[in-house]
């Protein structure tokens, strides 16, 4: 639940009050503060494919895909958008769309393969490559450190579930940093430890597939310590650069106003925003989050949890939709049911289109927790786009319009007082949407797996004007 938000209301044709074509709020500038950031972001396990290549260890990515049942229609990633081997003219299709930045994550297990030990000098290679590429086309990058792909050699250990995980994960950033620390300016330690946990150790829709209520707040724990820990070992080793976190934020509004829809409203919002930055931001858990896990929760002690306040250097946040939330005793331990409403759009993930809540979440960051620079780090849409190009062209005329919602929002939060400094789409190309495989399409430009042909969307030329103009395209 935002705070400064008035309760959802539909209007009498039962279209919700935000319409992002006409919206143009007079106080919105045309275009972005000057060095505004421009980007697109994918992560490695879901573009790169041949996992296993050149020495890498097999991560809990590669285990999950491979086992019965996991994915849509079995589907993984060892191909994927074969990445891996077409990383350079990649990096040119980059440069077509004008991206300043691109945001990546490094597979943790092709630089360890067993997770810590030994390094494995052709898997820092590729990404030595690529940065160096990037940066010789005045493409900035923005490396995560943690997407999801868990080196299985550790998860053999316990994963995130085993407390030497903090020193784990910090020896791997030690290397990253020693490699690329005077060369990278943006590093991000995790990618959404929600979704880690929640898909990973709470419902099991992710890997490593747990669905255990005792787990779940305890690779969360491990998780915040490990981030905290990096961060502390960045500043330790003097790099010159800046290192943040990334998390996922998605407004909360009660579906109606009964006493159990508004519960279940402050439950979610509590468990999905601010259960991973209160830590970092105040040194404690948020108030409610113990009674939400009930007889799972641990009882951490405050020392332990103090250690996850550790100062960031900015905040990423990725923003795909709200949630008007009801209450659903079916589903622990939070008890919450999304619904969308009547004449929403709506992505093929389920999602609703609600450009009106990412000023929200902005303008809600920075009254919580203060002035931190804050990055849009992942945003946009899936849509059914046509299969194939026709006349060489994709038309996705959803993902223009959520661009364009988004954007708008964005500059708005400006207008109000957010320190905001960049945006990143997701995604640079279409890839594999973990269980979803590759059913849900949110590229700026379309990737034929058949053939790996490419191809930049109607939504990437828009982008693309975006950047040229600084935002003006948006109108
Ligand atoms: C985010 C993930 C990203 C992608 C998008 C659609 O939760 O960080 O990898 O799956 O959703």
């Known amino acids: 639940m935002f705070p400064h938000r008035l309760p959802w209301s539909p209007n009498s044709d039962g279209h919700h009050e935000y319409l992002p074509l006409e919206w143009s709020p007079m106080a919105a500038a045309s275009r972005f503060p000057d060095g505004f950031l421009w980007g697109a972001a994918t992560s490695a396990y879901q573009i790169e494919g041949s996992p296993l290549a050149d020495g890498s260890g097999a991560s809990i990515w590669h285990r999950f895909v491979h086992s019965p049942g996991r994915t849509f229609q079995g589907q993984h990633a060892d191909l994927a958008c074969d990445h891996y081997r077409r990383w350079e003219s990649d990096v040119d299709l980059m440069q077509a769309l004008g991206l300043q930045a691109y945001r990546f994550s490094i597979a943790w297990g092709r630089v360890l393969p067993e997770g810590r030990g030994r390094v494995n000098g052709k898997g820092l290679d590729f990404y030595k490559r690529l940065i160096d590429r990037l940066l010789e086309r005045s493409i900035t990058p923005n490396v995560t450190l943690y997407h999801w792909d868990l080196p299985a050699a550790l998860d053999d250990r316990?994963?995130?579930?085993?407390p030497d995980i903090e020193h784990w994960f910090t020896e791997y950033a030690q290397v990253m940093f020693h490699a690329f620390g005077d060369r990278v300016p943006m590093w991000a330690t995790l990618n959404e430890p929600w979704v880690a946990v929640d898909g990973g150790y709470l419902h099991g829709v992710n890997a490593p597939g747990h669905a255990n209520l005792f787990e779940a707040p305890i690779a969360a724990h491990h998780l915040m310590l490990s981030h905290a820990s990096a961060v502390r070992a960045y500043r330790a080793g003097g790099w010159p650069h800046q290192i943040g976190l990334v998390v996922n934020l998605e407004p909360k509004d009660p579906a109606s106003d009964s006493p159990e829809d508004l519960?279940?409203?402050?439950?979610?919002?509590?468990?999905f925003n601010e259960q991973y930055l209160d830590p970092v931001f105040f040194g404690r858990h948020p108030e409610g989050l113990a009674?939400?896990?009930?007889?799972?929760?641990?009882d951490f002690a405050a020392s332990e949890v103090a250690r996850i306040q550790e100062k960031i250097d900015f905040l990423g946040i990725n923003y795909y939709t709200r949630a008007l939330t009801k209450d659903d005793p079916t589903r622990p331990p939070v008890r919450d049911a999304r619904v969308v409403p009547e004449g929403a759009t709506v992505m093929t993930t389920g999602w609703e289109l609600y450009p009106k809540g990412l000023e929200?979440?902005?303008?809600?960051?920075?009254?919580?927790?203060?002035?931190?620079?804050l990055y849009i780090t992942e945003n946009g849409g899936a849509y059914e786009d046509p299969e194939a190009p026709v006349d060489g062209r994709i038309d996705d005329p959803l993902r223009v319009l959520t661009y364009r919602g988004n954007l708008r929002a964005c500059r708005d939060a400006i207008a109000r007082g957010v320190d905001l400094r960049g945006f990143f789409a997701w995604s640079f190309m279409d890839n594999f949407e973990w269980s979803s495989g590759f059913s849900k399409r949110f590229g700026l430009v379309h990737v034929d797996y058949a053939t790996q042909q490419r191809t930049i969307k109607a939504s990437g030329e828009f982008y693309r004007d975006v950047i040229r103009t600084n935002g003006e395209a948006l109108g």
Not at 158 to 162: A, C, E, M, T
Not at 363 to 372: H, L, P, Q
């Open 263 to 271: 519960a279940a409203t402050a439950r979610a919002h509590t468990y």
């Open 158 to 162: 316990g994963g995130w579930l085993n």
């Open 360 to 373: 929200e979440v902005l303008v809600w960051v920075k009254e919580r927790y203060g002035d931190t620079p």
């Open 291 to 298: 009674r939400i896990y009930g007889a799972g929760w641990p």
